[in-house]
């Protein structure tokens, strides 16, 4: 079963806006114009849950595609086959997706780049603690997401076979 957060975190990763100070905008214009559709992309992804609940991380994969401003499609192939979609064209299901405005921002530099996001939105710090976006430092492309939930889970999704338009 996908959870909220989880989704909303995958749609962060790719729609999140643009950092505040000046070397961390570079680094974000960058990354949003190696990354982010400006209408619609499509993924594979493959997802490592962990958490202190488990013995074992229970893994999973499937497809996502999102387009602008605010539909997801989020599908889970493996291990249960499971279809998740977020319109916000719908009066039932209204989704907004986040924006910088909803997260504080810090760009970390080391071998990749580390994008943290952390909920200042009341309803999002209730479902994630941050979201950790890591960036190959010379193409700028995003290698994965890490998502922190409140109850001390984790999650790591994988990303692959992007495409954008």
Request: one cysteine or more; hydrophobic letters at 40%; charged letters at 30%.
């Amino acid at each position: 079963m996908i959870h909220f957060k989880y989704i909303v975190a995958v749609a962060v990763a790719f729609l999140a806006g643009a950092f505040p100070a000046l070397a961390q905008e570079d680094v974000w214009n960058r990354v949003k114009e190696v990354n982010f559709p400006k209408d619609h992309l499509e993924a594979r992804w493959h997802r490592t849950y962990c958490s202190p609940m488990l013995q074992e991380p229970v893994e999973s994969e499937g497809t996502v595609s999102i387009r602008q401003p605010d539909y997801l499609r989020w599908e889970t192939l493996k291990p249960l086959p499971r279809v998740t979609e977020l319109d916000g064209t719908r009066p039932k299901g209204r989704f907004r997706m986040p924006s910088e405005k909803d997260f504080r921002v810090q760009v970390l530099e080391s071998d990749v780049y580390s994008i943290r996001l952390t909920p200042i939105r009341r309803d999002l710090k209730q479902m994630l603690s941050q979201v950790v976006l890591r960036v190959d430092k010379k193409t700028f492309e995003l290698q994965d997401v890490t998502i922190l939930g409140t109850d001390g889970d984790h999650t790591v999704i994988a990303f692959k076979d992007i495409k954008k338009q």
